[in-house]
């Protein structure tokens, strides 16, 4: 099983819709998530990060975490073509308890926003 | 300033040469990152840079040097790398906050050819 899994995608909603994006992990103790978008050809950049269970929103932008379920979402309202870019799930590795510098990425997933 | 530069934008060398990448933050950050990334995969972690002291080097092979001058500064020396060394190059740094490694901040990347 991978550390840091996501929907392999890709995925393809049209303008307006609701886009949701998974990812999984297995480290229990993982106490950090981001999500990071990266355009075609560009670098990932930072849109969401979340720490604690429950759902944490920033505009149009929520994310969702499950630590019993080791289970962390990204939902993405009303869709903009825009959006369209690989979404990849972050999930920092631990060491006896503390954070060794190492983030594990997921292979990421493709959206893909439809005018 | 909250970016993270990188110099060059593109680089082409051939594998006899000696060549360096550069990475600057202003953040404050104490940690910095070098990651490799081939097309349509996640950032490959190479090495992290901890209060300007090498702290992570995930087995990458000697053609490969990294550098810390001062907090804000890293480099990657290469020498006598190969076509499959061919790839986006990205610089990250992050804060470290109560000894936690958080959100990192990517630079632009500097696409390498090696021909």
């Known amino acids: 099983q991978k550390e840091v899994e996501q929907n392999s995608g890709p995925l393809s909603v049209p303008e307006g819709a609701i886009a949701s994006l998974n990812c999984t992990y297995s480290d229990r103790v993982s106490q950090s998530f981001f999500w990071y978008r990266q355009y075609s050809g560009k670098s990932p950049e930072l849109i969401m990060s979340i720490y604690s269970n429950g759902d944490k929103e920033d505009g149009r932008f929520t994310a969702q975490l499950n630590k019993a379920s080791q289970y962390v979402s990204l939902l993405i309202r009303d869709s903009q073509p825009s959006d369209s870019a690989t979404y990849l799930c972050?999930?920092?590795?631990?060491?006896?308890?503390?954070?060794?510098?190492?983030?594990?990425f997921g292979d990421g997933t493709t959206l893909t926003v439809k005018p | 300033d909250t970016e993270v530069t990188q110099t060059p934008k593109h680089l082409v060398m051939g594998m006899t040469n000696k060549k360096s990448l550069k990475c600057e933050q202003h953040m404050g950050h104490r940690a910095m990152y070098w990651y490799k990334q081939k097309a349509k995969k996640p950032p490959e972690l190479m090495f992290v840079y901890s209060y300007e002291k090498l702290s992570i080097n995930e087995s990458v092979p000697s053609r490969f040097s990294p550098e810390c001058p001062n907090s804000s500064l890293l480099n990657l020396h290469l020498h006598a790398l190969q076509p499959e060394d061919s790839a986006l190059y990205l610089c990250?740094?992050?804060?470290?906050?109560?000894?936690?490694?958080?959100?990192?901040?990517f630079g632009p990347g500097t696409r390498l050819t090696v021909l």
């Open positions: 990250a740094s992050s804060p470290l906050r109560g000894g936690t490694y958080n959100e990192q901040f």
């Open positions: 972050a999930v920092p590795s631990l060491q006896n308890n503390t954070n060794a510098g190492k983030s594990t």
